[in-house]
């Protein structure tokens, strides 16, 4: 069980999660590694995987699979075997044991993202929901392959998240969501991704991620994989985390992990970006994905 502890001065509040540190923690190339497979289609498998096709038995029981191609599954859902919280979830992206939301066909990201909703919208009686995804080693991923997590904390506990930043250095957009720097960025190379009916003033009440269209996910997914394609082909060996803020006024928040939070940044609770948000955007928007 989590413990949620807070702090008093600040009204921020830390988790003990000691099945946390239980993790695997894999190290290296996994490209180099013996034990993985490459078939003649390009599909990777790696027989020490859990969320590999084939392995399915070294989960968790599976809360929900989605889609039924020729290796069986597309997306599954199965419990996080060593969780945050009392309701933590992964979201495993593909059987592919390489491919992430930069490779994979666009219908399979847009199938993704509907599961983050659908998840979304039946966790969300049960309390305040978090679906985020790390990426590479700086990102605090344990298992290579690609997967996301969805967390389920207490409707009590107050949450230090960001509102919708002001739209401004423009990175791309599409019919219904614009991607930018914004001029608040924490972190170099930061991407935020928006409904564009969200960055409108007297929309807040239908901006809601649980109530996204199939149109809309199907738009976000396309934006989703142009960001990561630009900063992946920028940043070849690029870590990353991205998260959705789900409530009013939503969005996704990419983060590259270019930089480590050092003393300073530790002590004052300030953060250091050492690109202008301008001169990011201008750099991603040439980029050819």
């Not at 991704?193 to 649980?210: L, V």
Request: hydrophobic share 35%.
């Amino acid at each position: 069980m989590a413990r949620y502890v807070p702090d008093i001065n600040t009204k921020r509040w830390i988790i003990i999660a000691p099945v946390r540190a239980q993790r695997p923690d894999e190290v290296g190339n996994i490209r180099e590694d013996p034990y993985l497979v490459v078939d003649k289609e390009g599909f990777a498998y790696h027989v020490d995987c859990p969320f590999c096709f084939g392995n399915e038995a070294e989960t968790p029981r599976e809360i929900k699979t989605y889609g039924n191609d020729s290796r069986k599954w597309d997306v599954r859902v199965v419990p996080n075997k060593y969780p945050i919280t009392d309701i933590h979830e992964v979201i495993i992206h593909s059987p592919d044991h390489l491919k992430d939301i930069a490779d994979l066909p666009l219908t399979h990201v847009e199938t993704l993202v509907k599961v983050y909703r659908e998840r979304f919208q039946i966790l969300s009686e049960k309390g305040a929901v978090m679906v985020f995804n790390n990426k590479g080693f700086l990102s605090g991923e344990s298992l290579v392959h690609p997967h996301s997590q969805i967390v389920v904390l207490p409707k009590q506990i107050a949450l230090d998240v960001l509102t919708l930043e002001p739209v401004s250095n423009t990175v791309h957009d599409n019919s219904l969501f614009i991607s930018y720097c914004p001029d608040f960025s924490q972190w170099p190379y930061e991407v935020w991704i928006a409904p564009k009916k969200c960055c409108e003033t007297g929309h807040e009440a239908q901006c809601r991620f649980g109530e996204a269209t199939d149109e809309e996910l199907a738009a976000l997914a396309h934006s989703l994989q142009e960001n990561l394609r630009k900063l992946i082909k920028k940043f070849p060996k690029l870590s990353y985390n991205f998260y959705i803020y789900p409530y009013s006024c939503w969005y996704v928040r990419i983060i590259p992990r270019l930089n480590e939070r050092a003393g300073f940044e530790l002590g004052t609770g300030l953060s250091v970006n050492t690109v202008d948000p301008a001169t990011a955007a201008e750099e991603l928007k040439v980029i050819q994905p």
